[in-house]
C-alpha cells in the first residue's frame, strides 16, 4: 500500500474516533425538551460509528502500518 493511502487511512481511523468520542458525549450530554429522542439519534449513531471504525483500523493492520493507539495519537 503506497504510503499516501496508508497516512490518509490513518486519519480516517483517527478522525472516525474523534467523531464516535463526540457523538458518545452527545449521548451523554443531551439536554432538550425532546430529550428521548435524541438520546436515542445520538446512541444510535456512535453505535454506528464504533461498528464502521474497526474494519478501518483492521484494513490498515493488514497493510503493515499500525492503527493509533492513544487518544493522543488520535488527536494529533
Not at 450530554?29 to 446512541?43: D, I, K, Q, T
Amino acid at each position: 500500500m503506497a504510503q499516501d493511502l496508508k497516512d490518509t487511512l490513518y486519519d480516517l481511523v483517527c478522525d472516525t474516533m474523534n467523531f464516535y468520542v463526540q457523538a458518545h458525549a452527545a449521548h451523554w450530554n443531551v439536554e432538550a425538551p425532546n430529550f428521548s429522542e435524541l438520546h436515542r439519534f445520538f446512541g444510535k449513531l456512535y453505535e454506528d460509528v464504533h461498528s464502521a471504525v474497526d474494519p478501518l483500523a483492521e484494513y490498515l493492520r493488514t497493510h503493515a502500518a499500525e492503527a493509533p493507539c492513544s487518544l493522543k495519537e488520535m488527536a494529533e
